[in-house]
């Protein structure tokens, strides 16, 4: 398989472009090939994914839109691009899109097509480029005013669709711990999940409108701890606060910094600390 330049089609909370060359090289030896079963139940905006370019892939997101994305992509490529043609750069016309999904009827009226169109469309348009949206799930990111942004990259499109179509990649919507059934030993997992808040004011996992709490991310160090016992290696990405440390204590756990712009006050955005967890 030709090995491309790949990059995320969409910005997304948490996004790891920036931390790539730690990430990589803290990958076990034998995934440096791409080769190794991987899998990544959170996958996310996937630059990690991208970078990697495994050839045989389980991805997973609890996110319809954004696996909806990544499906019409793989199936779609040329009909969505001519779909995204249609949009304008425009604040009205913004909002007007924003708010399909207030009105059940009209947002059930549209194809996968356009729902992948119309969120690639928002995240390229509105405000700081992230997906985010209120407790009913309904996008609520504001006009972001770019002169010209890049709605239509056709390269990218097909460059990641060949990709899709060329390796065995598996694209899943369901549960983390769903999308690691039937894993071998042998296999490399990636966890990125939604982080643990650093405080009560900087929770922002609102890319998903079910939320990642406290009991999911326990939930999630017993899947790790599972997967360690049936000879699976993983590495974990979160917030480097005291009760990720204390829940990981039993691995290996290295502090990264990575620069965060998602609060809401500009002084509070800069670096923080961050964790990534291994068992080998």
């Known amino acids: 398989m030709k090995r491309v330049l790949l990059s995320p089609i969409v910005k997304w909370v948490g996004g790891k472009r920036q931390l790539l060359s730690e990430i990589g090289s803290n990958f076990p030896n034998d995934i440096s090939n791409g080769s190794c079963p991987y899998y990544e139940p959170f996958v996310g905006g996937g630059a990690v994914l991208f970078n990697l370019k495994p050839h045989n892939a389980v991805i997973n997101d609890r ?37 399909m999904d207030r ?27 992230l997906y985010r949206v209120n407790k009913s799930g309904q996008f609520n990111a504001p006009f972001g005013r770019y002169r ?48 643990d808040p650093v405080s009560k004011s900087a929770n922002f996992t609102a890319y998903a409108s079910n939320g990642f709490c406290r009991d999911d991310q326990i939930r999630l160090k017993k899947c790790c701890d599972r997967l360690n016992k049936s ?12 009760f990720i440390r204390d829940l990981y204590s039993d691995y290996h756990v290295t502090i990264i910094k990575a620069n965060r ?12 600390e961050e964790v990534l967890v291994r068992n080998y």
């Open 148 to 195: 010209n942004p890049n709605i239509v990259n056709e390269h990218k499109i097909r460059a990641i669709s060949d990709y899709f179509n060329t390796a065995d990649v598996k694209i899943l919507n369901t549960d983390f711990e769903t999308a690691l059934d039937g894993i071998s030993p042998g296999a490399f997992v990636y966890f990125d999940p939604p982080y």
């Open 261 to 272: 712009a998602v609060n809401s006050k500009a002084d509070k955005r800069g670096a923080v």
């Open 103 to 129: 009105d059940d009827a009209v947002y059930s009226g549209l194809n996968n097509i356009e729902r992948a169109s119309r969120i690639i469309f928002l995240n390229k348009t509105c405000y700081n480029g």
């Open 231 to 242: 000879g699976v290696k993983f590495l974990l990405s979160n917030s480097a606060t005291d």
């Open 63 to 99: 996110n319809e839109e954004l696996v909806n994305v990544y499906r019409i992509i793989r199936d779609e490529p040329e009909a969505l691009i001519n779909e995204l043609g249609r949009h304008r750069n425009e604040s009205d016309y913004f909002y007007d899109i924003r708010t």
